[in-house]
């Protein structure tokens, strides 16, 4: 999860909300492709997650990556809870998932780069104390009580939060990953257009990507247990967002739904100040209870902006948050799926088309199908396999347009990096399908087998 931010300039007026939104637009030629991906670590010995402290831990692994690769810490009170450099970070998730939230890059070829030498510093470092990193998209045997809760302020309170709201929050915050892509916009028509493609078609990369079909050492007849964890976490922070969809959505109907999203936290001097459940157009009043008489700053409202959790998400950029946490080759496939169709416009267009038809009920029910069926969902006339179909040559011609090389040009464009959802096309079988293929096939039944075949 996000870093928190500080300082910042005070709200003076309503409009700074939607002016902060807007400053994230940018021409054409500064569009840059931000990945994130998320992994659990354990001890290779015990398959138990990892603690935070300790010489097999989350702060031994942050420490080494400090201290040999040139990372600087980010701390709160005592502990190291984060890391930076050159523009990227790595964050640790509530029940301690490591996270690498990627530097803002051009192309495809120089964010899996990035992937890769990421995963070898972790893998290297891990080795070297027993431990492993695994990518699924939810914890496959752990229970709750096994996960440790990470020394952040901000979880203790959105631990306490998730037992009020929902069924799945404490869920969500420990036991399950995602990989995500950040991508920016041109103009407020840009960023219309582009949540729209990005919320309808959410539910087609959860199909793709679905790896999350056990939990708690079971099958859960779910193609994606993490997606329907995030169905049953807070009605008021989730879900598909049809308000995006009707006419004259723009940066300020954004701001009036993340007015309405209760407030988590306001954060001071390295502390988090429990705000859980009150309103932020209070705090805009000078009212809110846990700071009277003090009005908000921008970085209040750029933290506020990180506690929706919808299957899109806007601040200074648009975040596709629909996919399981998975293999190395689709931790690439995720942000080339989403460049391929949002920043070529004839792809866009074309992904618009697609979908622009579909009603609200149509596109909720996509998103509980493909958590529960994958690529065998089906909607009305809707079959996500041949919807998916579409959608990858769509992002096929999309990537093809751009033409971005690689490997000192040796490698045309990015299409390449499409390949492995181009597989599950051809076959039809997500991630999931694969692991139950394993678990009813040579694993006999053995779940924690999944550690040594999965781990990175």
Known sequence: MSIPQSGGAPIESYTQLAEYLASGCKPKEDWRIGTEHEKFGYC?????????????????????????????????????IGLTKDGANISLEPGGALELSGAPLETIHQTCDEV??????????????????????????????EMPLMPKGRYQLMDSYMQKVGTMGTSMMRRTTT?????????????????????????????????????????????????????????????????????????????EYALDVPMYFVYRDGKYIDALGQSFR?????????????????????????????????????????????????????????????????????????????????????????????????????DMHELAAEVLKISEAGLAARARPGVGGLVPDETHFLNTLKESIETGKTPADELLDHYHGDWGGDLTKIYKAFSY
């Not at 990892?50 to 005592?78: K, M």
């Open 44 to 80: 290779t010995d015990s398959l138990k997650p990892l603690p935070y402290d300790g010489q097999r831990s989350i702060r031994a692994v942050l420490e080494a990556l400090r201290d040999r690769h040139g990372w600087d810490g980010v701390f709160e009170g005592e502990h190291i």
């Open 116 to 145: 890769n030498e990421h995963l070898r510093d972790v893998k290297a470092i891990a080795s070297e104390i027993g431990v492993g990193f695994v990518g699924l998209g939810a914890a496959p045997i752990w229970q709750h009580e």
């Open 179 to 255: 990989v995500q892509v950040n991508l920016d916009f041109g103009s407020e028509a840009d960023m219309v257009q582009k949540m729209r493609v990005a919320l309808a078609l959410q539910p087609v990369a959860v199909a793709l990507f679905a790896n999350s079909p056990f939990f708690e050492g079971k099958v859960n007849n779910h193609q994606s247990w993490r997606s329907y964890i995030w169905r049953h976490l807070d009605d008021a922070r989730t879900g598909m967002l049809p308000f995006v969809f009707e006419d004259g959505f723009g940066f300020e109907a954004w701001v």
């Open 282 to 382: 209070d705090f805009l009043k000078g009212e809110l209870p846990a700071l009277p008489g003090e009005k908000p700053l921008m970085s209040d409202w750029a933290d506020h902006l990180t506690t929706a959790f919808p299957e899109a998400r806007m601040k200074k950029f648009i975040e596709m948050r629909g996919a399981d946490g998975g293999p190395w080759r689709r931790l690439c496939a995720l942000p080339a799926f989403w460049v391929g169709l949002m920043y070529d416009q004839g792809a866009l267009d074309a992904a618009w088309d697609l979908v622009k038809g579909w009603d609200a009920g149509t596109r909720e029910a996509l998103r509980i199908a493909a958590s529960e069926d994958g690529l065998r969902a089906k909607v009305g006339g809707i």
